[in-house]
């Protein structure tokens, strides 16, 4: 096979790939979106009366239900407002009565870097777990790691946040387990990425500041992936360390630790980026309970506000945002392993 | 790529079944008798409030007051009674919900991957839309729709968690489909119908078993989670995600109010868990 029909090989498997999985993202968004939106509308309770005064007269809410479209027909309802997400208007929520669009794009990063900071420590806790069971396979620390995998794994991020609210914010308080970031502190930012802006404007007293109240909320939502992590990489590296080109390295006089990292850990890595990529979709999930949890100014936390107060339009923004990033993120790993994976770039 | 999605990070762990597997047992057959016998064993109403006793501390500390173990919450009522009478509400759930929710995915998956055709792509559509949705927040939703109570949220662990079991047993049909002794029993001239209930449902049992019980241990997170948003049953009755509520609200006051319902609680989720893990090591080929 010459290299060009190589290429091409590779850009139809690609083409393929993408097409059907746009194809099938796009089915699934509009699923959900006609999901929330009639399923919201079950919900007991009209929402413009709650939003008046008592004492607001029948005129008053016909008026105002008028005003949010609500008076209309169900299916028209909804004519209405999906034409308007195609054109980038996603309505006004009720309770602030601000676009809807602001107030998620205003949260959204909140979220992203929680989510992040979560996936960062995730890998790091998971790798070195990894690296140190694979290092002293077959003896007790291998056992040791195994058991706290376990746990880790079998216990959701929400309890985990609730054992880290009681270790580190009450009987050793070094973190601070509500909010993020401390509200008399003064906020030069421009954007909503409060601890990239940070970062880049130099202000560590404020990086740092911020850190001390993400920490805990990532840690809670990363000790689950965390497991996963460690896991799979560990199963994958020790089936490494059995190839002849590893033998190789040994023979060549280099230390057990070396080969592990120089030789065994590139080639055991695909495996378990691919699966890092699909569990990351679930965490940003898990954001939901975790800020709420943690007081944390995030998506997951105004969407809880939203349903409380019955907002529809903002609800139907928020669940909307959350389809589009998770399936975002499977279509791109599902991209990444077709370009990644000779299998299937030849097959 | 189907590998790939596949590979639940639980289904890779293996360990040999062995205390694990008894200490599960055992724990959640305390919790079984609790929730039983919840008011003969229970010290006190778990309802009856006293204001003068509000956050008396755990039996150990200055200040305690006898009869009461684990000490009080702030409106005085006591916390282990609650934690049993707490009991009943999570293994109902868990019995109930996981139970049910097990019917509905094992049906709708083992018909989308035995039938094939447009009953899978009808059936995988809707699991790939229902994966879109955040869980909790899907949860929340349908609390808020459908009003609180035992029923609603019931209902919702239902309607959110089908998907889990609807994946694992659609694939697993498909693979048990492809075996030559579906072949030869249709060569027989078995109905499609007789071969799907009688050959592959035997086969899928395990597997179905093992994914039940780790199920249940989610319904138990996930009643907690809704009292904990306070969209549960109402807030009257003990429950230990209101338990863990209040607890948190009164953490720097009365640390007990979280700390016991919380250990509860994870102890009662680890024992779903490895008692899962547990079967599926001894009886389940295909999740181990």
């Given at each position: 096979m010459s290299g060009r029909q190589r290429t091409e090989a590779t850009d139809n498997a690609v083409i393929k790939v993408l097409a059907t999985r746009l194809l099938t993202t796009l089915v699934t968004l509009a699923g959900v979106a006609v999901i929330v939106f009639f399923v919201i509308r079950v919900v007991p309770g009209n929402p413009i009366a709650m939003m008046l005064p008592p004492g607001a007269t029948e005129e008053d809410i016909a008026r105002l239900s008028a005003l949010y479209g609500l008076d209309k027909?169900?299916?028209?309802?909804?004519?209405?407002?999906?034409?308007?997400?195609?054109?980038?208007?996603?309505?006004?929520?009720?309770?602030?009565?601000?676009?809807?669009?602001?107030?998620?794009?205003?949260?959204l990063p909140a979220t992203l870097e929680l989510a992040i900071m979560a996936l960062v420590i995730a890998v790091a806790l998971g790798g070195t777990a990894a690296l140190i069971g694979t290092r002293f396979r077959g003896g007790k620390r291998e056992g040791a790691i195994d058991i706290a995998n376990g746990v880790a794994l079998s216990v959701p991020d929400f309890l985990w946040g609730l054992v880290l609210i009681l270790l580190f914010g009450v009987l050793w308080p070094v973190f601070h387990i509500s909010g993020r970031v401390t509200p008399s502190l003064d906020l030069p930012f421009t954007t909503d990425f409060y601890l990239i802006e940070s970062l880049i404007r130099l202000r560590l007293d404020l990086t740092a500041d911020l850190v001390a109240h993400m920490f805990m909320p990532a840690l809670a939502l990363a000790i689950p992936l965390a497991a996963i992590i460690g896991q799979l990489l560990k199963q994958s590296l020790k089936e490494t360390m059995n190839l002849d080109y590893v033998t190789l390295a040994r023979t060549k006089g280099y230390g057990e630790t070396q080969v592990i990292l120089r030789e065994a850990l590139r080639n055991a890595a695909l495996p378990t980026i691919?699966?890092?990529?699909?569990?990351?979709?679930?965490?940003?999930?898990?954001?939901?309970?975790?800020?709420?949890?943690?007081?944390?100014?995030?998506?997951?936390?105004?969407?809880?506000?939203?349903?409380?107060?019955?907002?529809?339009?903002?609800?139907?923004?928020?669940?909307?945002?959350f389809a589009l990033i998770f399936t975002m993120l499977n279509l791109i790993v599902d991209l990444l392993y077709a370009v990644l994976n000779p299998r299937l770039r030849h097959g | 790529m189907a590998d790939a999605k596949g590979m639940d990070g639980r289904s890779m762990i293996r360990r040999r079944a062995g205390p694990r597997l008894?200490?599960?047992?055992?724990?959640?057959?305390?919790?079984?008798?609790?929730?039983?016998?919840?008011?003969?064993?229970?010290?006190?109403?778990?309802?009856?409030?006293?204001?003068f006793l509000g956050r008396m501390p755990p039996f150990w500390m200055a200040g305690a007051e006898p009869g009461y173990w684990l000490g009080t919450d702030?409106?005085?009522?006591?916390?282990?009674?609650?934690?049993?009478?707490?009991?009943?509400?999570?293994?109902?759930?868990?019995?109930?919900?996981?139970?049910?929710?097990?019917?509905?995915?094992?049906?709708?998956?083992l018909l989308a991957g035995f039938l094939r055709g447009w009953v899978d792509i009808v059936i995988s559509r809707l699991i790939d839309i229902w994966m879109a949705f955040p869980p909790v927040l899907f949860s929340i939703l349908l609390i808020a729709v459908l009003g609180p109570g035992l029923v609603s949220i019931i209902i919702a662990i239902v309607v959110i968690d089908w998907t889990?079991?609807?994946?694992?047993?659609?694939?697993?049909?498909?693979?048990?489909?492809a075996m030559d002794y579906v072949s030869s029993a249709q060569v027989a001239g078995r109905p499609r119908i007789g071969i799907m209930l009688r050959e592959i449902l035997p086969n899928l049992l395990p597997t179905i078993g093992v994914l039940l019980t780790l199920e249940m241990g989610i319904a138990v997170i996930v009643e907690a989670i809704l009292?904990?948003?306070?969209?549960?049953?109402?807030?009257?009755?003990?429950?230990?995600?209101?338990?863990?509520?209040e607890g948190r609200t009164a953490i720097h006051q009365a640390w007990w109010v979280l700390v016991f319902p919380l250990i509860t609680l994870f102890l009662t989720v680890l024992s779903f868990s490895q008692l899962g893990e547990g079967l599926k090591d001894r009886f389940d080929p295909v999740l181990r």
């Open positions: 027909p169900l299916v028209t309802q909804f004519g209405i407002w999906i034409t308007g997400v195609l054109q980038g208007d996603f309505g006004t929520s009720i309770t602030t009565r601000q676009p809807v669009l602001d107030l998620v794009l205003g949260r691919t699966l890092v990529g699909v569990q990351f979709s679930f965490l940003i999930g898990g954001t939901v309970i975790i800020e709420r949890l943690f007081s944390y100014e995030g998506l997951g936390n105004m969407a809880i506000d939203a349903v409380i107060n019955r907002d529809l339009p903002l609800i139907q923004g928020i669940v909307l945002l | 008894w200490l599960s047992a055992g724990w959640l057959s305390i919790l079984c008798l609790a929730a039983l016998f919840a008011p003969w064993v229970a010290p006190h109403d778990p309802l009856a409030q006293d204001l702030s409106l005085g009522r006591d916390v282990l009674s609650r934690l049993i009478h707490g009991a009943r509400v999570a293994l109902a759930v868990a019995l109930i919900a996981g139970t049910i929710t097990c019917l509905v995915g094992a049906t709708l998956g889990r079991f609807a994946r694992v047993v659609r694939a697993e049909a498909m693979a048990q489909g009292s904990f948003v306070n969209l549960s049953i109402s807030t009257d009755d003990p429950t230990w995600g209101s338990m863990i509520a």
